[in-house]
């Protein structure tokens, strides 16, 4: 019931105190909580995934849950959230399997998911087809980044389950076909973990070492019978994609049956219809290869057989029209007559030409003999004997010529720097001097314009010193603290005050203190300002 007005409160008239129990806030929560989980327990909840951002730092998982009318907070929990299936996506439509509770921290209710699932195959497959277009687009499926599958590998790694029947049939066919040697990586192929195993399998493989203890599988097969899509849907994640790409060893998948499809296939560098279509794919028939081996080698056989017949005709072909000996020869025995007649008219021109040849040398050495180039010398320095002291005196005599006009050359020099030097320097003394006066003169002209700065100072120092006013008959009274007193009220009767006068200080003793302000004479007209004391200056020295 509202009222208008206030009404007076009466102890008299208070109600009696109620018999219900009084309830914290912790314990309403806890009660509301306690009665939902009651209630629901275990529900399914269909509805589009609103909300999500990812985990959280402590790795759980905060979103809502939306339909046309209404909305609920969802929480699934880190440990929960590791065994899903598949990861929720803004804007997908789920079945949550969980429990309702409630938020005691914000008083407000919401499911705790257990399980997760996509609300059909039509939402599976338009989740495949959004992450396929996605790992197109990064290039993830790209043919120029498919390797060839080897001819005839040595070590063959298959990543299945160890259990069932793919495992068996791709170890006989490979026994069929051709043994080889297998390396059988253990994994789920359905389940919780299973794309982490698959995934993990093939970075194993492709991390092992060519030559250690373990071989290297020169290719990689990852099986799986055939299932539906949610069976099939570990070999769609991810992990699985990245790790098939990222793969530097050739990989086969063999997933499902023929009509069956996933993103490994697509990013695999082959795909088989069947496990074992994959074994088939990875060696050739023993037998079909002995078989062309042996055709081969009957053809090699032939065609050598073929090749030495027909050499061997040709060759007797050959030989018929060889011609014989004495034709061969004939040509050259006739040339070699032909040069030994030429040989002794030659041989008697060589010697003469010869002969003449050490005859001029003898001549020559004849004319070099110490005994003919003594005499020849001894003939040149008699011809020039007298030379040398001739040419001595002439040298001397042109030396002494160029000696005195070095001479006078320097001697001119010297004295023309002197006279430059000289006119330098007197330039220099006139612009010293020059200098001297402008120094003298500025000097002088600061000298004065700081005195008149410190006239106008002083000057002002005196008309705003205190003392100055003292001069003029006022005096400063302060109190016993030594504080100016400004105002009557800071005194009182009987008080001690000190009077600073112009000329010294003096004690006083304060009268009954007026407030009232005294009155001015009558005939004195407007207040007059006192007269300035003859001995202040103007502020601007005038």
Do not use: C
Request: charged fraction near 25%; glycine fraction near 8%.
């Amino acid at each position: 019931m509202r009222y208008n007005r206030p009404m007076a409160y009466d102890d008299s008239k208070t109600p009696p105190a109620s018999n219900v129990p009084e309830l914290t806030v912790s314990e309403l929560s806890g009660r509301i909580r306690g009665t939902l989980e009651d209630a629901f327990g275990y529900i399914r909840l269909r509805g589009e995934v609103s909300g999500y951002r990812g985990p959280h730092s402590s790795g759980h998982v905060y979103f809502s849950l939306k339909d046309v009318n209404a909305r609920i907070d969802a929480v699934i929990w880190r440990t929960t959230f590791s065994r899903l299936k598949f990861k929720p996506a803004d804007g997908m439509e789920v079945i949550a399997t969980g429990r309702v509770s409630a938020f005691p921290g914000k008083s407000s209710y919401q499911i705790v998911i257990e399980n997760l699932e996509p609300a059909g195959a039509g939402a599976l497959m338009a989740l495949l087809a959004e992450r396929r277009k996605k790992f197109e687009a990064e290039g993830l499926f790209a043919a120029e980044h498919k390797l060839k599958i080897p001819f005839l590998p040595g070590v063959i790694g298959v990543v299945t389950s160890p259990t069932g029947a793919v495992v068996r049939d791709i170890l006989h066919r490979l026994n069929d076909r051709f043994p080889r040697r297998v390396l059988v990586w253990p994994v789920r192929v359905q389940g919780e973990t299973s794309a982490r195993e698959v995934a993990d399998a093939i970075r194993g493989f492709n991390a092992l070492e060519p030559g250690g203890p373990v071989p290297r599988p020169d290719v990689l097969i990852v099986a799986r019978g055939g299932g539906s899509v949610e069976d099939l849907w570990s070999f769609n994640e991810e992990e699985v994609v990245r790790a098939a790409y990222d793969s530097r060893i050739p990989l086969i998948s063999a997933i499902g049956h023929e009509t069956d499809w996933t993103l490994l296939d697509l990013a695999a560098d082959m795909r088989a219809p069947t496990p074992t279509g994959a074994a088939e794919f990875a060696v050739p028939v023993r037998s079909e290869l002995v078989s062309s081996l042996h055709s081969l080698v009957l053809r090699r056989e032939n065609a050598w057989t073929r090749e030495h017949r027909r050499r061997v005709k040709d060759l007797s072909a050959l030989v018929r029209v060889l011609p014989t000996a004495d034709t061969l020869f004939a040509g050259q025995r006739q040339t070699l007559d032909f040069l030994a007649a030429q040989m002794l008219p030659a041989l008697r021109f060589t010697v003469a030409r010869a002969e003449k040849h050490l005859h001029d040398v003898q001549n020559r050495l004849a004319a070099q003999s110490p005994r003919a180039r003594l005499a020849a010398m001894r003939a040149r320095f008699s011809a020039v004997a007298g030379r040398p002291q001739a040419a001595a005196r002439r040298n001397l005599t042109l030396a002494g010529n160029e000696v005195r006009q070095w001479n006078e050359r320097l001697i001119a020099a010297r004295r023309s720097l002197i006279r430059q030097h000289k006119e330098k320097l007197a330039r220099q003394a006139d612009g010293l001097g020059a200098l001297s006066r402008r120094l003298t003169d500025a000097f002088t002209h600061s000298v004065q314009r700081r005195d008149q700065r410190l006239n106008a100072v002083s000057q002002l120092f005196a008309s705003m010193n205190y003392k100055a006013v003292l001069r003029r008959g006022y005096a400063l009274v302060r109190d016993t603290a030594g504080q100016p007193v400004s105002s009557v009220s800071r005194v009182k009767g009987g008080a001690e005050v000190q009077v600073e006068v112009s000329d010294g200080v003096f004690a006083a003793v304060v009268a009954t203190p007026s407030t009232a302000r005294p009155a001015m004479p009558a005939d004195s007209g407007a207040r007059r300002k006192p007269p300035r004391p003859s001995g202040q200056g103007d502020l601007f020295g005038s």
